[in-house]
């Protein structure tokens, strides 16, 4: 057991499989509505092999796609709500800046949908005395930013949940998922350990395509779920320089658009650092990950990137300070998976996956998403949200292996 309460004998509302933060925040709703759910981890939870963990996450509401700001704003209020339930913060509110090429259609996009400010000339961006804005390029300022501490974030929904019932076992590989009649769901561990529920929602990450191909007998419809190796890198502040990145000074959250995307939180977490990382990386295998694949091709255009844009606040000399493996969960159109596996297990089987890089800050509207699938058979908090989720649903790829996309150029992040 991980957490105090009960052995989990008997017969629960819901299992959750995946302890990352979409399952944390799935098994904190259902156990909110009094529900008895039961949330397993394959590995010791908060553990670093997936995508849940490391110092932090921004928050923002600036994205291409117009079906994810109503998400966004829905996961910021709830945000609020578990840290009013837990008593303490999780996430620093801060500015958030865009910048980019003029006529980059991603980047105004983004600004269009997330009711960012625009300032079409480089040098009155708030914050230009840091960012040295290239001939041609745009900025927009908006006020919905703000840094998560990702695996302070994970525990803490994680004990909200227990404190509202829930049984939590780490250290527990599910192989199996079996229906056994309607409402009759088995859950079978690696160890021969049975669990039974009504419900389960299954939300492991990069694991995905492998446990719904053991369990089903066959892949998703396409391969939609491809694990990726990516770098989290921490640079260092030139001197006399370090107070001015920091989130007490008020400097931003940023993510520059263009070839390579290139994301930022605040010096916070390791003072006289900035994190400045790169979007993406090679595919892996979850389970025999070279740990050092792509350091040169993830850092190298992240230096390059910094001396353009940066270059009198952060050194790019010797490399990044701190180098931390990560891993995506990538769909072919960075888009979610949120819907029921479907088949001969109808809606008794709920799928969260793919989020692809971009999906921490939503994690309390996604779990609340699918703990509502699973227990109503439909997320009216979502409706209410004013979130679609039809962009989510797995049927997307079956006439289509790119998902939402209808070419190559409506990419976004």
Same mark, same amino acid.
């Given at each position: 057991?991980?957490?105090?309460?009960?052995?989990?004998?008997?017969?629960f509302?819901?299992?959750v499989v995946?302890?990352g933060?979409?399952?944390?925040?799935?098994a904190y709703?259902?156990?909110s509505?009094?529900?008895?759910?039961?949330?397993l981890e394959?590995?010791?939870?908060?553990?670093?092999?997936?995508?849940?963990?490391? #110092?932090s996450? $921004?928050?923002?509401?600036?994205? @291409?796609q117009a079906?994810?700001?109503?998400?966004?704003?829905?996961?910021?209020?709830?945000?609020d709500?578990? *840290?009013?339930d837990a008593?303490?913060?999780?996430?620093?509110?801060t @500015?958030?800046?865009d910048?980019?090429?003029?006529?980059? @259609?991603?980047l105004?996009?983004?600004?269009?949908n997330?009711?960012a400010?625009?300032v079409v000339?480089?040098?009155?961006?708030?914050w #230009?005395?840091?960012f040295?804005?290239?001939?041609g390029?745009?900025a927009?300022?908006?006020?919905?930013?703000?840094?998560?501490?990702?695996?302070?974030?994970v !525990?803490?929904f *994680?004990a909200? !949940?227990?404190?509202?019932?829930?049984?939590?076992?780490?250290? $527990?590989?599910?192989? %199996?998922?079996?229906?056994?009649?309607?409402?009759?769901?088995?859950?079978?561990?690696s160890?021969?350990?049975?669990f039974?529920?009504?419900?389960?929602?299954?939300?492991?990450?990069?694991?995905?395509?492998?446990?719904?191909?053991?369990? $089903?007998?066959?892949?998703? @419809?396409?391969q939609?779920? *491809?694990?990726?190796?990516?770098?989290?890198?921490?640079?260092?502040?030139?001197?006399?320089?370090e107070?001015e990145l920091?989130?007490?000074?008020?400097?931003?959250?940023?993510?520059?658009?263009?070839?390579?995307y290139?994301?930022?939180?605040?010096?916070?977490?390791?003072p006289?650092?900035i994190?400045i990382?790169m979007h993406g990386?090679?595919?892996?295998?979850?389970d025999?990950?070279?740990w050092?694949?792509?350091?040169?091709?993830?850092?190298?255009?992240l230096?390059?990137w910094? %001396?353009?844009?940066m270059?009198?606040h952060?050194?790019t !000399?010797?490399?990044?300070?701190?180098? *931390?493996?990560?891993?995506?969960?990538?769909t072919?159109?960075?888009?979610?998976?949120?819907?029921?596996?479907?088949?001969?297990f109808?809606?008794?089987v709920?799928v969260?996956?793919?989020?692809?890089g971009?999906?921490?800050?939503m994690?309390?509207?996604?779990?609340?998403?699918l703990a509502?699938?699973?227990?109503d058979g439909?997320?009216? $908090?979502?409706?209410?949200?004013?979130?679609?989720?039809?962009?989510?649903?797995?049927g997307r790829?079956?006439?289509?292996?790119?998902?939402?996309?209808k070419?190559?150029?409506?990419q976004?992040r």
């Amino acid at each position: 057991m991980a957490a105090s309460g009960p052995e989990a004998p008997g017969r629960f509302d819901v299992i959750v499989v995946g302890a990352g933060i979409m399952g944390s925040c799935a098994a904190y709703a259902v156990s909110s509505r009094g529900a008895r759910v039961l949330l397993l981890e394959r590995f010791d939870l908060l553990h670093h092999r997936g995508s849940s963990h490391g #110092e932090s996450r $921004t928050i923002r509401a600036t994205y @291409p796609q117009a079906h994810y700001p109503p998400m966004v704003r829905l996961a910021r209020r709830l945000w609020d709500d578990a *840290q009013a339930d837990a008593g303490y913060r999780v996430l620093t509110p801060t @500015p958030h800046l865009d910048l980019g090429p003029r006529d980059e @259609p991603a980047l105004l996009a983004a600004i269009r949908n997330g009711g960012a400010v625009e300032v079409v000339d480089g040098a009155a961006c708030p914050w #230009e005395g840091v960012f040295r804005v290239p001939d041609g390029w745009t900025a927009a300022a908006s006020e919905i930013g703000g840094v998560l501490k990702a695996t302070k974030a994970v !525990a803490m929904f *994680q004990a909200l !949940a227990v404190k509202k019932g829930a049984v939590v076992r780490d250290r $527990t590989e599910v192989v %199996d998922v079996t229906k056994r009649g309607e409402g009759s769901i088995v859950v079978k561990a690696s160890s021969g350990e049975e669990f039974h529920a009504a419900k389960c929602i299954v939300t492991v990450g990069a694991w995905t395509s492998k446990l719904v191909k053991s369990v $089903t007998g066959m892949d998703l @419809p396409v391969q939609p779920v *491809q694990p990726v190796h990516t770098l989290i890198c921490y640079w260092k502040a030139k001197p006399g320089r370090e107070r001015e990145l920091t989130t007490e000074a008020g400097f931003p959250t940023f993510a520059s658009y263009g070839d390579p995307y290139i994301y930022s939180t605040p010096s916070m977490e390791f003072p006289g650092l900035i994190k400045i990382a790169m979007h993406g990386g090679p595919p892996c295998d979850p389970d025999s990950r070279d740990w050092s694949t792509g350091s040169a091709a993830l850092v190298d255009p992240l230096a390059r990137w910094i %001396d353009a844009v940066m270059p009198a606040h952060v050194d790019t !000399a010797g490399g990044p300070v701190i180098r *931390q493996s990560c891993m995506y969960s990538m769909t072919p159109d960075e888009d979610y998976v949120i819907d029921f596996l479907g088949g001969a297990f109808g809606k008794d089987v709920v799928v969260g996956a793919g989020f692809s890089g971009h999906g921490f800050k939503m994690g309390p509207a996604v779990g609340r998403i699918l703990a509502e699938m699973a227990m109503d058979g439909e997320a009216r $908090t979502a409706a209410e949200a004013g979130v679609e989720l039809e962009h989510f649903r797995i049927g997307r790829f079956v006439d289509n292996p790119k998902g939402n996309l209808k070419d190559s150029g409506d990419q976004g992040r």
